[in-house]
C-alpha cells in the first residue's frame, strides 16, 4: 500500500492545512484525524463501509478521551439556541448533525461543492467543523451524517481535553486582535494567568474564567461571533 506523505504547510491554521490535504488526496473519500490521536486497526473500514449508501454524506467516528467522554446526545446541533452538542464516545450508532473535525469522513464530492474549510477560523480552532458540517447540510439537505462508534480513534495524553481551554481562548484572543483592542488582549491574558495560579486545566473551566474576566469589565467575550452566529459556541463544553 502507499504510505501516506507529510507535507509542510507555510501558511498556519488548522483549516488551511486540511484544504492543502485535501487537494493532495486522490480518493473520493476524505478521512480526518488529529496529530493527538491514534486510530483503531478497523478505522478506515468502519468509515469506508458507509459509503456504500448514497445518500451517506459524511461519517462521523468515535473519540475516546477529553471532553466527548462526558454522557449526553451525540452530535446535536440546535438551531434555535446555536448550542452544540459533542459526546462522540456513545456505543450507539445514530444519525447526527454535525461531524467531529478530529475522527470524520466524507465525500470528496460534497467538500468541494462547498469549498472545504473557511480558513477564515484560523489558528487551531473551535467550531471551523461545525460551520464546514451545517454548510453540507445546507447544500445537500437530502443527505445525511452517521455515527458508528466502531470507527474509534484514541487521544493520546496530553492532548484534545488539556489544549481545548488553550484553544478556545484563542480563539476569543484571535477574533479580538483583528479588532486591534488592546483591553480585550489584556483581559485574555489576565484570566490565563488567573487559571494558571489556581492551577485549573479543565479546559471549560478555563473559558469560564475567561467570561468571567471579561464580564467583570461589562464586556461580552463572545460579541465577535454574535452576527456569525457562533454566540454559544462553547455552551456545551
Keep these: 500500500p502507499e504510505l501516506p506523505q ?15 490535504g485535501v487537494q493532495r488526496a486522490r480518493g473520493d473519500v476524505l ?9 483503531d486497526s478497523r478505522w478506515i473500514e468502519c468509515h469506508a463501509r458507509h459509503y456504500a449508501d448514497p445518500a451517506v454524506m459524511g461519517v ?15 452530535g446535536v446541533f440546535d438551531p434555535w439556541t446555536l448550542r452544540i452538542g459533542r459526546h462522540f464516545n456513545s456505543d450507539v450508532p445514530c444519525r447526527v448533525d454535525h461531524l467531529p473535525g478530529g475522527n470524520f469522513s466524507v465525500r470528496r464530492s460534497a467538500f468541494d461543492a462547498v469549498g472545504g474549510f473557511d480558513v477564515a477560523f484560523g489558528g487551531s480552532c473551535v467550531g471551523e467543523e461545525t460551520d464546514f458540517s451545517l454548510r453540507l447540510r445546507g447544500r445537500h439537505p437530502s443527505f445525511h451524517f452517521l455515527y458508528d462508534p466502531e470507527a474509534a480513534i484514541t487521544i493520546l495524553p496530553g492532548g484534545g481535553a488539556i489544549h481545548l481551554g488553550a484553544t478556545a481562548a484563542r480563539v476569543i484572543l484571535e477574533a479580538t486582535l483583528g479588532r486591534g483592542r488592546q483591553q480585550h488582549r489584556d483581559l485574555v491574558q489576565r484570566a490565563l494567568e488567573r487559571a494558571h495560579q489556581q492551577g485549573i486545566t479543565d479546559p471549560a473551566r478555563i473559558v469560564r474564567v475567561i467570561e468571567s474576566q471579561f464580564r467583570q469589565a461589562g464586556l461580552n467575550p463572545y460579541a465577535p461571533y454574535l452576527n456569525a452566529g457562533m454566540s454559544n459556541i462553547f455552551a456545551d463544553l
Aim: aromatic share 6%; glycine share 12%.
Design 31 to 39: 478521512l480526518f484525524i488529529d496529530d493527538d490521536e491514534t486510530p
Design 60 to 74: 462521523a467516528g468515535r473519540i475516546r478521551g477529553g471532553y466527548d467522554d462526558r454522557p449526553g446526545r451525540t
Design 6 to 20: 507529510a507535507v509542510r504547510v507555510a501558511e498556519r491554521g488548522l483549516p488551511h492545512a486540511r484544504n492543502v
